[in-house]
């Protein structure tokens, strides 16, 4: 999994690259993720630097849709693994975030029939989600869209159908995962609709003891790290690192995933605030852990 976290930090920083460059470093990033030799880091590394490029202005769709492709003729390698359905989620989940950037692109443009006509993918891809996990982030992705195309009651209605499934989940773990997808996926305006459903989440974490509870706590601060929040985000960090009943391998894998991916979600929001030289220091420093 670092190998894939390496290509994601990769991915974010061609933004920062000249034109020219960069189209050939992302050629590059294809080769390498399309070679990795487990079929399920595989998977996961092109649709995430799909996602991540499709994201990109200078780049073409059509790069996006290559790397969804090839994510998906390595996911149907994989045959003999418990893990499968997640995945197919995970590329279902990719894949509709490179439609809705492919949206976002059309409707910025005031190409808005182009922009609308994503609204029947995202449908059959909700239709074949093969857990709730899935189900969560797609309606989440389906608020943005919606949202995007001005149409406020069915984002509503979306964020609802999310927050409803969040609920069904048992695993306080898996709750707080959901939650930090559905900020991440919905964007500023779902983040805000979350805080009553967070603070439920995080008193029921005060007497919990243990890696669940680390691990939730670690979901949590990521959730304010990728909207920008450092304050929060230190915070719950601190109280993910210093759990009680965590050995300390659990304690050092909190620890270097709350490194990678808080600098991440830091990256991420200063790209946003247009803070470009922060947010490519903040990716070398990434770099640097990997190499």
């Known amino acids: 999994m670092l190998k ?10 061609l933004q920062f690259h000249p034109a020219g460059l960069a189209r050939r470093a992302a050629d590059d990033l294809r080769t390498a993720a399309s070679t ?3 079929p399920a880091n595989r998977t996961l590394a092109l649709s995430r630097v799909g996602v991540i490029l499709g994201q990109q202005p200078q780049f073409p769709p059509e790069l996006a849709h290559a790397l969804m492709t090839l994510a998906a003729e390595s996911l149907k390698t994989i045959t003999d693994t418990p893990h499968k359905p997640a995945l197919v989620g995970e590329w279902m989940v990719s894949t509709a975030q490179v439609l809705l950037a492919e949206a976002t692109h059309h409707a910025t443009a005031a190409r808005w029939a182009r922009s609308r006509a994503t609204t029947a993918a995202f449908d059959n891809l909700l239709s074949q989600a093969p857990d709730t996990h899935t189900r969560i ?13 001005g149409q406020i009651e069915s984002a509503s209605q979306s964020l609802s159908a999310a927050l409803s499934l969040v609920t069904d989940l048992r695993s306080l ?11 991440h996926l919905g964007g ?9 459903a967070i603070a439920s989440l995080t008193a029921l974490l005060d007497p919990a003891l243990g890696p669940d509870k680390a691990q939730a706590l670690t979901q949590l601060a990521l959730l304010f790290a990728d909207a920008g929040a450092q304050a929060a985000a230190d915070r719950l960090s601190q109280r993910a690192e210093s759990a009680t009943g965590l050995t300390p391998v659990e304690r050092l894998e909190i620890k270097s995933d709350l490194i990678v991916r808080i600098d991440l979600g830091k990256a991420r929001a200063l790209h946003r605030a247009g803070d470009y030289a922060q947010a490519e220091a903040v990716l070398q420093r990434i770099s ?4």
């Open 188 to 196: 500023k305006a779902a983040q805000t609709a979350l805080q009553p």
């Open 4 to 13: 894939v976290a390496s290509m994601e930090v990769q991915a974010y920083a």
């Open 173 to 183: 773990v898996d709750r707080a995962s959901a939650l930090r997808s559905i900020a």
């Open 137 to 149: 982030k797609l309606h989440a992705l389906l608020f943005n869209l919606h949202q995007l195309h």
């Open 288 to 291: 640097d852990y990997f190499f």
């Open 36 to 38: 990795l030799p487990n």
